[in-house]
């Protein structure tokens, strides 16, 4: 169970250091483009964007790691003994991928209280601190620079093996004396093995008491990462993904954003020969301020896909800056449009989930957003917003459904098989909610809340949801997963 969290834990770390490469403009490939019109989506939603991270306070965001980390060390320069701060500081300049000076300001507080430099409980967590910073080097020189598409997947494969060891190896020194005094470490244990293995030394020279032993065997391991091959590896924080057709032209096509407040998205358009091509800058997307989540719907019934963009999900504080979400309209040649305001969706709401469904049954598509709330401070209450002839109107409050909570999920579907849609509600902090309608004479009449009624209030901390019918008997089912906190805690980077 441990080793599973741990493994858990590794990936993202893996998968955030992987994240933090720096690249010219963010495609990576825009430089073997031919001149294309770079398309600009000139949008009111952009501008109140800027507008609110002007105004908006990073210093308790924990993504904004170039921003905390100038904070950080300002605050070191007026305090210099102060451990705490120090620490704070390593920690961002790690988290922003400045991994050496990261190395040099533990180093320090090891130089200022030299009974830290033996491995004990006090100084437990400042060699684990270590341990993460020589296995990012190892990723940075290796996985980063010489990127290959065996890189970063574990287990690793041969060709992921680093050339340059001394991260890995360092890091092996730090665990192994890590465990020597805390031998039942799982985190410990877990880094060591991925360092052993970064080096192609698992499982070999792992030491016995340490060694966990794969439980799956290396043919059913065999993935590459073929993006950067695709063209298909933009740099982005996080975010959203839709693979769909967007050109109608049968084949699937693929859209990413990212959470990085200063990040765009990308739009790659499949030429149906197994290739993709970066159409980012003349479908106007790279204007675009990208989202923690992306949904496809095609809310004015012309065929072509749109694109929904929930943004500022985790930032439930206002001086975080939170933002609306928007909605891009397909133009059906390739190029988008923000038309968020002019058809009523403008709504400043913390949100990563939501869903387009017909909920009145007059054939076209309405949009639940589910909103995150986390304090009594300031409260977002979901949105159901009726489309009327492709303009929208918020009447969530019309059929209780504006609810509050921290909802990180959404799903409609019919679950009382009455040909009317019901919706299904995950809550990060609280019962999850269900909404069944309730129909009379054929006309909705409102939504019942009954999560306790059908036993479907847990688990706690819920996240994703989904509905789907699992074992064909003609009932749709959901499932809701649970995301507990706690498991990441203890994790440096
Ligand atoms: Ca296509
Ligand atoms: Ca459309
Ligand atoms: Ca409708
Ligand atoms: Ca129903």
Not at 244 to 267: K, P, R
């Amino acid at each position: 169970m441990y080793i599973n969290s741990f493994r858990l834990c590794i990936c993202l770390f893996l998968f955030f250091a992987c994240t933090s490469q720096e690249h010219d403009n963010g495609s990576g490939k825009d430089s073997a483009e031919p001149k294309i019109e770079n398309i600009v989506i000139d949008s009111a939603i952009n501008d109140s964007i800027d507008n609110i991270l002007a105004n908006a306070s990073f210093m308790y965001s924990i993504y904004e790691n170039e921003t905390r980390s100038k904070m950080l060390g300002n605050k070191l320069n007026q305090k210099p003994d102060d451990i705490n701060t120090r620490f704070s500081y390593a920690r961002e300049l790690l988290n922003n991928g400045d991994t050496q000076e990261a190395i040099s300001q533990i180093e320090a507080i090891l130089n200022l209280i030299p009974s830290l430099k033996n491995v004990n409980d006090q100084s437990k967590m400042f060699h684990e601190f270590l341990g993460v910073c020589y296995l990012r080097i190892g990723e940075q020189k290796n996985c980063q620079e010489n990127h290959n598409d065996s890189s970063c997947i574990i287990p690793i494969d041969v060709k992921g093996i680093h050339n340059y060891k001394y991260g890995s190896q360092k890091a092996i020194e730090i665990y192994s004396r890590l465990l020597k005094i805390f031998p039942n470490d799982n985190q410990s244990r877990w880094l060591l093995n991925i360092a052993y293995m970064t080096l192609g030394k698992y499982p070999e020279d792992v030491p016995k008491a340490y060694l966990i032993p794969l439980s799956i065997n290396k043919s059913d391991w065999a993935m590459n990462n073929v993006s950067t091959r695709l063209g298909i590896d933009g740099f982005g924080l996080s975010g959203g993904v839709i693979a769909d057709d967007f050109d109608n032209d049968g084949f699937i096509d693929i859209v990413t954003s990212t959470w990085g407040t200063e990040g765009q998205m990308f739009y790659y358009k499949n030429d149906g020969k197994g290739n993709f091509t970066n159409v980012t800058k003349s479908s106007g997307l790279s204007s675009v301020k990208g989202g923690l989540n992306l949904i496809q719907t095609d809310y004015n019934n012309d065929g072509y896909l749109d694109i929904y963009i929930l943004r500022s999900g985790w930032m439930p504080e206002r001086n975080w800056g939170i933002m609306p979400n928007s909605l891009l309209k397909n133009n059906g040649d390739e190029t988008f449009t923000d038309v968020t305001i002019e058809v009523g969706l403008y709504s400043v709401t913390p949100s990563q989930s939501a869903s387009w469904f017909d909920f009145d049954n007059d054939g076209d598509l309405d949009l639940f957003v589910a909103n995150e709330t986390n304090s009594q401070r300031e409260k977002f209450p979901c949105e159901l917003f009726e489309n009327d002839n492709y303009t929208f109107k918020n009447v969530a409050a019309n059929y209780g459904l504006n609810k509050v909570g921290y909802f990180k999920g959404v799903t409609t579907s019919d679950l009382n098989n009455d040909g009317w849609f019901d919706i299904y509600l995950s809550n990060l902090k609280g019962d999850n909610m269900y909404f069944e309608s309730e129909v009379f004479n054929g006309k909705l009449l409102t939504f019942n809340e009954k999560a306790k009624y059908a036993g479907v209030t847990y688990p706690i901390s819920s996240f994703p949801c989904w509905t789907f019918d699992a074992n064909n008997d003609g009932h749709e089912d959901i499932y809701v997963a649970s995301f507990d906190g706690t498991a990441f805690k203890d994790q440096s980077g």
